[in-house]
């Protein structure tokens, strides 16, 4: 299991750092698409690594192995429907707090 845990972590890192490689090279590819239609834009890079972090969370949970697709899909959905939620929060709280706080 010690092994296994090793392995999976090892491919973790190194398919997130290729997945956040093609992802910029297809932005780069495509910025005056993407820079058209946004006015900010979130990095790839925390996003890869949160990707990472709940892949290898899941194998370690499932001992090593995928769970069945229902699993699967409703564990990706809620950890995603929560991290967009929070991630509204903390940005809504954010922009709040710093325009109340720079005129003091």
């Not at 239609?37 to 892949?55: H, N, Q, S």
């Not at 001992?63 to 950890?79: G, H, K, Q, T, Y």
């Not at 429907?81 to 809504?92: D, I, K, P, V």
Request: charged content about 10%; hydrophobic content about 60%.
């Amino acid at each position: 299991m010690e092994n296994e845990i090793l392995k999976i972590n090892i491919l973790a890192i190194a398919i997130s750092g290729l997945l956040m490689l093609a992802a910029g090279v297809v932005l780069y590819y495509f910025k005056g698409y993407v820079a058209g239609g946004m006015r900010f834009f979130l990095p790839i890079p925390p996003i890869g690594v949160a990707a990472y972090i709940f892949v290898f969370n899941m194998f370690k949970h499932y001992n090593c192995c995928v769970p069945d697709r229902s699993v699967m899909i409703s564990e990706l959905l809620m950890a995603t429907l929560a991290s967009s939620f929070f991630f509204a929060l903390f940005t809504a709280i954010l922009m709040v707090l710093i325009n109340f706080l720079k005129s003091i």
